[in-house]
């Protein structure tokens, strides 16, 4: 299955004028393009955790294709794929591409989304692994991404830590062993 979708000059609405990303960046996405596809079995049944589980045992991935945006001096490329681990918690590795870095960090710390220790971290990292493209404009990050055990990083570098995905379990499978978190 796939899903692509894009929208340009996208007026946020008037009552997101204060929150902090919006503040920070201007209250006009100038464009967002997201393309996924989802591949592996689509298992039979009505069980969210036995599906999940058969679905990540025959090698079902979410490949984030591409994820463009453009959002006031903020200019983001992202790819990656994304499968589950053993305790169905997401996982996976990709590639960012940022210009605009220190623009989505100050968002991102009005925005709660990181500590200030985590925020100054991350505007020295950002210093340190930018480079100037060589047709010119901003400097722009380049890195790889891992999410792992619930650990996003960014260049090996942890950035954040996601919290726990909790799977429903219908109540037949409450003494299932076979899922996660069951004895």
Same mark, same amino acid.
């Given at each position: 299955?796939? +899903?692509?979708? %894009?929208?340009?000059?996208?007026?946020?609405?008037? /009552?997101?004028?204060? =929150?902090? @990303?919006? !503040?920070?960046?201007?209250?006009?996405?100038?464009?967002? &393009?997201?393309?996924?596809?989802l591949t592996g079995p689509v298992p039979p049944g009505r %069980?969210? *955790?036995r599906k999940a589980k058969a679905w990540r045992d025959g %090698?079902?991935?979410?490949?984030?294709?591409?994820?463009?945006?453009?959002?006031?001096? #903020?200019? /983001?490329?992202?790819?990656?794929?994304?499968t589950l681990d053993e305790d169905l918690q997401p996982m %996976? @590795?990709? *590639?960012?591409?940022?210009?605009?870095?220190?623009? @989505?960090?100050?968002? @991102? &710390? &009005?925005?709660?989304?990181?500590?200030? !220790?985590?925020?100054?971290?991350?505007?020295?990292?950002?210093?340190? +692994?930018? !480079? #100037?493209?060589?047709?010119?404009?901003?400097?722009? +990050?380049?890195?790889? +991404?891992?999410?792992?055990?619930? =650990?996003?990083?960014?260049?090996?570098?942890?950035?954040?830590?996601?919290?726990?995905?909790?799977?429903? #379990?219908?109540?037949?499978?409450?003494?299932?062993?076979?899922?996660?978190?069951?004895?």
């Amino acid at each position: 299955m796939t +899903l692509r979708l %894009g929208a340009e000059a996208v007026e946020l609405p008037p /009552g997101l004028a204060a =929150a902090p @990303a919006v !503040r920070t960046l201007g209250p006009r996405l100038q464009s967002l &393009a997201l393309d996924l596809a989802l591949t592996g079995p689509v298992p039979p049944g009505r %069980g969210p *955790t036995r599906k999940a589980k058969a679905w990540r045992d025959g %090698g079902g991935t979410l490949g984030l294709r591409r994820l463009d945006l453009r959002w006031g001096q #903020v200019a /983001g490329t992202a790819t990656a794929t994304l499968t589950l681990d053993e305790d169905l918690q997401p996982m %996976g @590795a990709g *590639t960012l591409r940022l210009a605009g870095g220190g623009e @989505a960090l100050e968002a @991102a &710390a &009005a925005a709660g989304l990181l500590t200030p !220790r985590a925020a100054t971290t991350a505007r020295t990292v950002l210093r340190l +692994l930018s !480079r #100037v493209p060589a047709e010119g404009g901003p400097p722009q +990050l380049d890195v790889p +991404l891992t999410l792992e055990d619930r =650990a996003l990083t960014l260049a090996r570098i942890p950035v954040a830590r996601l919290p726990a995905w909790t799977w429903p #379990v219908p109540p037949d499978a409450a003494n299932d062993p076979s899922l996660p978190g069951r004895d």
